[in-house]
């Protein structure tokens, strides 16, 4: 018995004193949002005028795709959010998405890209996504903003971008795309970072229109080379 407990005391202390062990702190997240969050977004999280929006019922899910992304803080309330480098370290952020969370809303999808069908999610990601992301989610410009590129972009914060809507992005809740759906999105999407381009030059993977000038290019050059080959200088 004397060797059972102090196994369960050690186990227990391990646990305790693991990284990442111990779960996140919303009382922390609270101080970390007034330090960081509450000049745009208030001190109670309701919002401020022409600086930020309210954050009550927002969820986790929405607090952990921008802060995840970097696109949380912003310089400048006013420019479209765009992915940087993380403000937070990954306890502090997830202190933050605690506390969020408490204030309400949808919690922090949970998609297993793995389990999702790669036909689907090119029929799927074609018929929703691919007009302001492009077919192979290089991003492009959109009324009133851009549509990022997803090269960086989890699995995770796919699902969380298509829940929440993100800036101009429309939101799709599970009427409209279901969990299994969202699954081969983040499929298709984690394809798209290393796609098979058969049969030429993959050119960055930048699109059909300036794929489309540099191959006019490149044939005018062409031809401007065999016009010099087969042309004959007067030298009188």
Excluded at 64 to 85: A, E, K, V, W
Excluded at 209 to 219: C, D, I, Q, S, T
Aim: aromatic letters at 6%; charged letters at 20%; one cysteine or more.
């Amino acid at each position: 018995m004397k060797v059972a407990r102090r196994a369960a005391l050690l186990l227990g202390l391990a646990l305790v004193l693991t990284p990442g062990a111990q779960a996140a702190d919303s009382l922390h997240g609270r101080m970390l949002f007034r330090e960081g969050c509450s000049s745009c977004h208030g001190i109670d999280a309701k919002g401020v005028h022409a600086r930020g929006p309210s954050l009550r019922g927002v969820g986790a899910a929405a607090a952990d795709f921008y802060l995840s992304t970097g696109r949380m803080p912003i310089d400048d309330p006013r420019s479209q959010p765009d992915r940087h480098r993380l403000t937070y370290t990954q306890p502090q952020l997830d202190d933050l998405v605690a506390y969020i969370g408490s204030l309400g809303g949808p919690d922090i999808p949970s998609v297993d890209a793995a389990a999702g069908s790669l036909s689907d999610g090119l029929a799927l990601f074609t018929r929703n996504c691919a007009a302001c992301h492009q077919i192979v989610a290089r991003g492009g410009v959109v009324t009133g903003g851009f549509a990022p590129t997803l090269l960086k972009s989890t699995p995770r914060q796919i699902a969380e971008a298509i829940r929440i809507g993100p800036w101009v992005m429309p939101r799709f809740g599970p009427d409209q795309i279901s969990d299994r759906e969202v699954a081969s999105i983040a499929r298709y999407v984690e394809y798209t970072k290393h796609p098979d381009n058969h049969g030429g030059w993959g050119l960055f993977d930048i699109g059909p229109v300036p794929e489309g000038m540099v191959a006019w290019g490149l044939g005018l050059f062409a031809l401007l080379v065999f016009s010099r080959l087969i042309g004959k200088r007067d030298t009188e």
